[in-house]
């Protein structure tokens, strides 16, 4: 797991979404282009979620930040 955690990162600005597989995640290359990364916090003993349902539930993240 790297980066913040996805309700601690500002995304009220532009933004776009990288999403990596669940097995390999974004590669180097895509990593260093970022401005930064988030991460999803798992508990117990779920490793990943699929990429869809990360990809969801980041994309409400931005829109709850954004509706304040």
């Known amino acids: 797991m790297t980066g913040k955690e996805h309700f ?3 995304m009220k600005g532009p ?3 990288v999403i990596g597989s669940e097995g390999e995640g974004v590669s180097r290359l895509v990593k260093e282009k970022c401005d930064f990364t988030v ?3 798992m508990k117990g003993k779920i490793e990943s979620l699929n990429a869809s349902v990360a990809a969801g539930l980041l994309m409400y993240e931005v829109v709850r930040q954004r509706k304040g």
């Open 8 to 10: 601690e990162a500002d």
């Open 39 to 41: 991460s999803i916090p």
């Open 15 to 17: 933004i776009a979404l």
